[in-house]
Each structure stands twice: as structure tokens, then as C-alpha cells.
């Protein structure tokens, strides 16, 4: 008993100093969210910067903690103000899923960008605090613990004094409460905008140099991760209340300390991307808050432009086609039809996100989790049941269809931003549970020993046959798609997609359409999963992240959304782009997010337009 | 009451404004000289919020030009302008819900740096608005409609500006608040503040205005002296809705 009572106090403490981290990312991005009604990917990346900042301080220049802490704030608030004017004021007066947009591709630069310049390896961070640890009242307490306490309790206090105060804190109050209010009263709401970024890009950043302090480490993953700890905790403080976050990040800290400590150290993650999906279907508006429903979005968010879809003859879309048929005879280069064959897979991948998101308006982050579940799923099939590939092929698709369409369904009711988080969220969780559940996945180990696909005892080995298979899948999976959107289905969904309200009004079952949708696009994603699993012949739950998600969805932008052409083109150009200037191989990551940031701002309709 | 030296404080030429497709004004005259009290009526759609957002910077119109005290300020950024001296109640009020009356009343101040004189205003608003001076911890989001619409003036005013543009003032306050409001604006212009204010109740705002301008469909159809609005036949039928 005793025991029991030593280790609960002991994970209390552990709770709340991650907890303490935890609120430091989540009063950024409340504060973000509060001004600019802006949901900040990029802030996880931030966070990271600091922590690199932090270790450069300390290992590289040997400079004390405390100078570490100022550098690292002002590092950290620049890299806040240059996003926000790069990348964030330019798209002023664009839809609310434009910026969003942005900040993922900034992400995905300052990711690589660190990764460039300091190894993919984790490094490790010294710890400049006494290594002591204090007994107090049968509970044991470090010295770092009591560090990021203090620095918590000290950054809340400046925080609030800050907003309560100064004239600059009530700008910010009053910006965020009213946009254009504010302005009447002489704010400059774009300096409160910049002047936001800088403050919640210094608190990340001294939550990213805390972290590394306490794990010891820093590594380049780590961004993803705390942003979504960080929406995690502000969902469930209520999205845009600044003491809510706060109150979140502990709960989220104490929820994930007693969670490992019942379930293990693997089920970490997972307890964060639960909350989330759970808060933002259940309480939308946070714990905190009595209203339970979160205010509308505007009601078409979806679409970043509207545009007409450059017009695409019947002759040219068929030359398109013979051409990538003769590809292996005209140029048999194998490290070609492999990367040709990534962009047909990917490209069934980013016609289902087309679907989704273009058509009917649904932005899904998700659609990896859905290559997931149908490469597993197939997989199984074969190795434990036996089936044949093309039987568990099918059959994958199916299974990612139903699991994906049910993960899905608790989110329908949400909108716009909300749905992105969600689905990203769902893609997630899919990749936690194939982690932890060791007895039918294999676990951390994968599975390996996939046989190749074939076709009625066709074996595909050689790259030229696997090409010819996935690029005859994605032609079908085309075929069908335009078939569908051109029918009365199509119409449906655009409708859901231009105004959900409206829709509803002319009698259209909301719940029944996006089912339709979802199902659809995770059948398509699932078979691309399947057939990627298999080429690969080993999967794991590392081979399907948000990573290929995000990708995905670039592809359709820059395609145009809900063309047809456009995704597979779009596919094609991203895929083989970083491959054909082989220099640009290692740069991958900063060619994505530059090109999602460039045509958001140029061409937001995307190269063919969207339909 | 006239001019003192002709040239009106604002002035707005030949304005013609677009939400993309759609226009909304068509070659829009109007002007308002220093010491008056200014309205624009018209019914639902006119215009009259956007001409608002003209003046305010908030909607930058396609032709034409706003000039304020000779001075042109058309596609100015809003802070610039407010900080000239234009002032505004905007419609609907717009209170910071979440911030006290205090803070709000201050908002109003935000652009001015004269600390002291910023003090004196805030008593004086205090004693202006004895209802306020009882809620000043409260939340603007607390108050009532017409309580609302006093911190909403009391606010413009804290700004000490030139000219005070006001939107609906009396839109949705119970009949009571509206004899106040419009009492408000009539005791405040008497202390030298310039009004230009858009009204749907053409009736209570020519009671106490000096001039008017009617507004329909993006056009100023008619123009005058208040009284001389009030009597006429036309407006009565179209506006005032008094067929007697």
C-alpha cells in the first residue's frame, strides 16, 4: 500500500512537470489560436528549434543556463515573427484553411532544415542542474523538476501580468475578442498578430529547452509530437482560452503519467491522440467551458480557391496514358519504374484525398492511417490465413473502408480545421494501435516476409511488371472516381462541400454522404496500402505516418482539388521532383513545404484547377 | 448650424464601392461640417454600413475619395485614421465582451499617449455615465443592450476625436434606452462633438440631427435640412411609414 501510495505521488510530480511543459506549448497556440483564429502546425516545430537552440547554447558554447534561456526565447520569438510574416500575412483574407495549410508546409521546412543541419540522430543534452533529488514528505523531487516548476509558475505570472496590464496585453485581449473592433480603436492588429507569434514561438521554444533537459535529449521527431500534445491539451482547455491551455496541459501531463505507469511506456503517445478525438467530438469547447458546442466555422472552409479546372481533351488525357504505358519499354530503367510506380501508388493515395476533401469538402489528414490498415490487413491475410494476394487485396480494402469510415465517424459532426486535426489524429492513433497491440501486429517489430503481389499465379517481381499492375490500378481507381463524381453522388457531396447547412436543408443526409465519402477514400487509400505493402515486403507502424498524409493532400493542392488529373499529376510532380534533380533527394521535406506554402500564396487553385 | 470656414471636416467624393460583383455605392456625395449633427438614412442594403467602412478604412472603395478636414485619407489603414480623429461606435456596439468596463472605456484611448488628459477623460466619462462608474469591473459582456451602447460611446469618446461615426445607435435597445441615447448624442454634440451617424429609424435621427442624406440602393436620393426631411411628403411615405 504504502508502495502504491509512493508511486502515485512520484507519478503526480512526473505528471506535473510534463504537464508544466505541456501548458507552455498549449498557451502558444491558444494564444495563436485566440488572435489569428489560427490552428499552428508549425508550432511543434518552433518548440524543437528551441530545444536545438538550448543545446547549441550549452554543449557548443558552453554558455550558462540562464544565458541559454534568453538566447533561446529570442531565437525562438524571430522564427515566430518571420512565420508569421512570410508565411501567415500574406495570406490575409484568404480561407481559414490557407494559413493552416502554410504553417504545415513551414513545418515541414524547419523539420528538414534541422535535420539538415544537425543529423537525424538524437543528441544528447546535458544536464547543468545538481543531479540531486530531494525527499519531501515521501515524495522524491529533482532538481530539474523543481527548475521547470518554477520557470512555469514564473512565465504564467509574466503571461497574465503581461495581458492584464500593459497597453500591449490588452491590445491582444481585444484583438482577439474582436478583430475589427480593435482596429477601430487604433490597434494595429497586424503588429498584435506578429507580436503574438513572437510570444507564443518564446514560450514553445523554452518548453522545447525544458524538454531537452529532461529527457536528456534532443532529436528531430520530437516537433510533431509536441504539437499534438499541444492541440491535445488545448482541446481540452477549450481552443483560444489562454488559462484553459494551462489547466490542459496538466490534466493531459497527470492523464499520460498514470496511464504509462498502468499500462507501459509504449502507450504514451496514444492517451494524447485519444483525448484529442475524444474532447473535439464530445466537447468541442473544452472541459472548461459551459457552453458545450464549439461556434460554427464559416461554412465553406474547405476549398483554398475556387477556379475552374483547365480544360483537359479527351486526346491528350489518353496520349497522358499511352505514354506512361510505353515508359518501360521506351526507358527499362529500373530505378525509374520504381519511383514511377511510388507516384501511381501515392497517387491512388492523393485521388482519395481528392475525394474526401475536394469533392466533398472533408479535409482529411488521415489517409495514411488508412494505407495502414489495409497494408496490415492484407498482410495478416496472407501470412496467417493464407489467402492469395489478389483475395486479400480486395479484401484490404474493404476492412480499411469499414475501420476507416468508423474511426471517422465520432468526427463527422465537425468542420473545416477541426476535421483536419481529427482525422490527423485518427491516422495516428491507427499507427499507436498497431504498436501496442503485439498479439495480432507484431508490435515495435513490423512484419516482415511479405510476398510480392501477384495475379492468378502471375509472381511481380521485376519493377516493370509491379509498374503495369499499380499504374493499371490507379487508371481503374480514375476511371470509377470520375464516373462517380460526374453522377447524382458527385453532385451530393459538392453540395456538403459548398454548404453543409444548405444541404441539409434540401433534405441531404449529412451522416450518409460523408460515410459514403470517407469509405470510398479509405477503400482506394487502403489498396494503395496493400499493394505498397507488399512491393515493400515490410511493414511496420513507421512505414504509413502523417508524413505521407500531409503528402498526400500537398499533392492535391498543388494538382487543384477535386481534379482528377490534377491528383495523379500532382503525385507525379512530388514524387518524382526531389528524385530528378537527385541533388534535391536530401532537401525532400524543404521541397514539399515550400511547394505547399508557394502555391497556397500563387496559385491557389493549383496547377490544373480546382473542379 | 453652418460652417464656420466652409470647408467641411469630412467629405466624401464621387465614392463608388464593390464588394467584388456586386456595388454597392454609386458616385456617393456627402459631407459633414464641424459642430453638426449628421445622419444617413435608408432602409436594409442601401449602404449605409458600408459608407461607414468607407469612412473607417475598413472597405476600400474603387473611385472616388474620402477627405477628412481637406486632408485625403482614403485607403488609409483603420489605426491611421482613428488616430487622425475619427472616432466610431460601430454597429451592433462591439463591445471587448471578455474585458471589464474599465478596460474598455481605456481601449478607447489607445491610441493617444497624453497620460494625464487620458485620466481626466476617464473621470469625466465616469460622471457622464454614472451607470458605467457602477459596473466598471464588471465584463463588457455582462452589461445590457442599452448599457452596452453607453460604454460603446463612452468608449469613442475616450479617443477624443473629431468627428464620431456612429452605426445604428439605437438598433435594438428597449424604447427607454433609445429616448437616452439619442438624448446622449444630442448633449454630447452640444459639447462640441461632430456626429455623422446611419440610422434605419429615419424618424428619431431627423429629431435631432441637423442633416440628413437618404440613401437607396447605393444612391443619395435626397438631402436637406432635417426639418425640412421630416416634413417632406416622400420621405414620410418611404421611411417614416406614417401615412396619416
Redesign the interface.
Same mark, same amino acid.
Given at each position: 500500500m504504502e508502495s502504491f501510495l509512493r508511486t502515485f505521488s512520484d507519478q503526480t510530480i512526473n505528471g506535473l512537470v510534463i504537464g508544466n511543459i505541456y501548458a507552455f506549448i498549449a498557451v502558444g497556440l491558444a494564444l495563436i489560436f485566440g488572435v489569428g483564429n489560427l490552428i499552428n502546425f508549425a508550432h511543434g516545430s518552433v518548440f524543437m528549434v528551441g530545444a536545438y537552440v538550448g543545446w547549441v547554447c550549452m554543449t557548443w558554447w558552453n554558455l550558462p543556463l540562464a544565458v541559454a534561456f534568453v538566447v533561446v526565447t529570442l531565437v525562438c520569438a524571430l522564427v515566430g515573427v518571420a512565420i508569421e510574416r512570410f508565411a501567415l500575412y500574406p495570406l490575409r483574407g484568404a480561407p481559414p484553411i490557407a494559413p493552416l495549410l502554410a504553417t504545415i508546409g513551414v513545418s515541414f521546412m524547419i523539420d528538414q532544415a534541422v535535420q539538415l543541419l544537425f543529423s537525424r540522430n538524437p543528441h544528447a543534452f546535458p544536464n547543468p542542474l545538481i543531479e540531486h533529488r530531494f525527499q519531501v514528505g515521501g515524495v522524491t523531487v529533482g532538481a530539474i523538476d523543481l527548475l521547470i516548476a518554477g520557470v512555469g509558475v514564473a512565465a504564467a505570472l509574466t503571461l497574465y501580468s503581461f495581458l492584464r496590464f500593459t =497597453?500591449w496585453g490588452? +491590445?491582444l =485581449? @481585444?484583438t482577439a !475578442?474582436?478583430r475589427? @473592433? +480593435?482596429? !477601430?480603436?487604433?490597434?494595429?492588429v497586424n503588429a498584435v498578430n506578429r507580436m503574438t507569434f513572437a510570444i507564443a514561438a518564446a514560450l514553445g521554444g523554452i518548453a522545447g529547452l525544458l524538454v531537452g533537459m529532461y529527457f536528456n535529449t534532443v532529436y528531430p521527431t520530437m516537433s510533431f509530437q509536441a504539437t499534438f500534445k499541444g492541440f491535445a491539451a488545448v482541446v481540452l482547455g477549450g481552443l483560444g482560452n489562454v488559462p484553459g491551455a494551462v489547466l490542459g496541459g496538466l490534466l493531459l501531463g497527470l492523464i499520460e503519467s498514470y496511464g504509462v505507469a498502468i499500462f507501459g511506456a509504449t502507450y504514451r503517445n496514444l492517451f494524447a491522440f485519444i483525448i484529442l478525438i475524444a474532447v473535439l467530438v464530445w466537447r468541442p469547447n473544452g472541459l472548461f467551458s459551459l457552453k458545450p458546442r464549439v461556434t460554427q466555422e464559416p461554412l465553406t472552409g474547405t476549398f483554398i480557391a475556387k477556379g475552374r479546372p483547365v480544360p483537359t481533351p479527351k486526346w491528350l488525357i489518353a496520349t497522358l496514358i499511352g505514354v506512361a504505358f510505353v515508359v518501360p519499354i521506351l526507358a527499362p530503367n529500373p530505378y525509374l519504374l520504381q519511383i514511377l510506380t511510388n507516384a501511381w501508388l501515392l497517387g491512388m493515395v492523393a485521388l482519395s484525398v481528392t475525394l474526401v476533401t475536394g469533392t466533398a469538402g472533408q479535409t482529411s489528414l488521415g489517409q495514411a492511417g488508412f494505407m495502414a490498415i489495409g497494408a496490415y490487413a492484407s498482410a495478416l491475410l496472407v501470412l496467417r490465413l493464407g489467402w492469395p494476394f489478389e483475395l486479400s487485396m480486395i479484401a484490404a480494402a474493404f476492412i480499411s473502408a469499414i475501420l476507416g469510415t468508423l474511426l471517422v465517424f465520432p468526427a463527422f459532426r465537425l468542420r473545416a480545421a477541426y476535421i483536419a486535426i481529427a482525422t490527423l489524429a485518427i491516422g495516428e492513433i491507427v499507427n499507436q494501435v498497431i504498436l501496442n497491440w503485439e498479439g495480432l501486429t507484431q508490435g515495435a517489430m513490423g512484419i516482415a516476409g511479405l510476398p510480392p503481389p501477384s495475379l492468378l499465379g502471375w509472381q511481380m517481381i521485376r519493377p516493370h511488371e509491379i509498374y503495369y499492375f499499380s499504374l493499371a490500378l490507379l487508371c481503374l481507381a480514375a476511371l470509377v472516381q470520375w464516373r462517380l463524381v460526374r453522377s447524382p453522388l458527385g453532385r451530393t457531396w459538392r453540395s456538403l462541400r459548398e454548404d453543409e447547412v444548405a444541404a441539409q436543408a434540401f433534405g441531404v443526409n449529412l451522416n450518409r454522404y460523408k460515410t459514403l465519402a470517407f469509405g470510398v477514400a479509405a477503400w482506394l487509400a487502403g489498396l494503395s496500402g496493400a499493394v505498397t505493402g507488399h512491393m515493400y515486403t515490410y511493414i511496420s507502424h513507421e512505414t504509413f505516418t502523417n508524413t505521407t498524409s500531409i503528402l498526400a493532400l500537398t499533392m492535391v493542392i498543388l494538382g487543384g482539388m477535386g481534379n482528377l488529373l490534377g491528383a495523379i499529376v500532382g503525385a507525379v510532380v512530388l514524387t518524382a521532383l526531389p528524385e530528378v534533380f537527385r541533388g534535391l533527394a536530401d532537401y525532400r521535406y524543404l521541397v514539399y513545404g515550400l511547394t505547399l506554402l508557394l502555391v497556397i500564396r500563387f496559385r491557389p487553385q493549383g496547377l490544373l484547377g480546382t473542379d | 448650424m453652418s460652417a464656420s470656414n466652409g470647408q467641411p471636416l469630412l467629405q466624401l467624393k464621387n465614392i463608388d464601392t464593390a464588394y467584388g460583383p456586386i456595388q454597392v455605392h454609386f458616385d456617393l456625395n456627402l459631407h459633414v461640417h464641424a459642430g453638426e449633427i449628421v445622419c444617413l438614412l435608408g432602409g436594409n442594403a442601401s449602404g449605409k454600413s458600408t459608407t461607414m467602412k468607407v469612412i473607417l478604412g475598413l472597405v476600400r472603395p474603387l473611385r472616388g475619395s474620402v477627405l477628412f478636414d481637406g486632408r485625403a485619407i482614403t485607403g488609409l489603414p483603420t489605426p491611421q485614421i482613428v488616430r487622425l480623429g475619427i472616432g466610431s461606435v460601430p454597429e451592433a456596439r462591439r463591445i471587448f465582451a471578455q474585458m471589464t468596463v474599465r478596460e474598455n472605456l481605456l481601449m478607447g484611448a489607445y491610441h493617444r499617449k497624453d497620460r494625464r488628459a487620458i485620466a481626466e477623460d476617464y473621470e469625466r466619462m465616469l460622471t457622464l455615465f454614472p451607470r458605467l462608474k457602477e459596473r466598471l469591473h464588471q465584463r463588457g459582456g455582462t452589461l445590457s443592450g442599452g448599457e452596452q451602447q453607453m460604454l460603446a460611446i463612452a468608449r469613442a469618446l475616450m479617443g477624443r476625436p473629431r468627428l464620431i461615426c456612429m452605426d445604428e445607435p439605437t438598433m435594438g435597445l428597449s424604447p427607454l434606452y433609445v429616448d437616452r441615447v439619442l438624448g446622449l448624442i444630442q448633449q454630447i454634440n452640444a459639447h462640441g462633438y461632430t456626429i455623422f451617424m446611419v440610422e434605419q429609424n429615419a424618424h428619431l435621427a431627423l429629431q435631432i440631427a441637423h442633416r440628413g442624406y437618404v440613401l437607396q440602393n447605393g444612391r443619395i436620393v435626397m438631402e436637406g435640412n432635417a426639418q425640412a426631411l421630416l416634413n417632406d411628403p416622400e420621405i414620410q411615405d418611404a421611411y417614416l411609414g406614417e401615412k396619416q
Open positions: =497597453r490588452w +491590445a =485581449r @481585444a !475578442q474582436d475589427e @473592433a +480593435a482596429l !477601430q480603436m487604433g490597434v494595429n | -
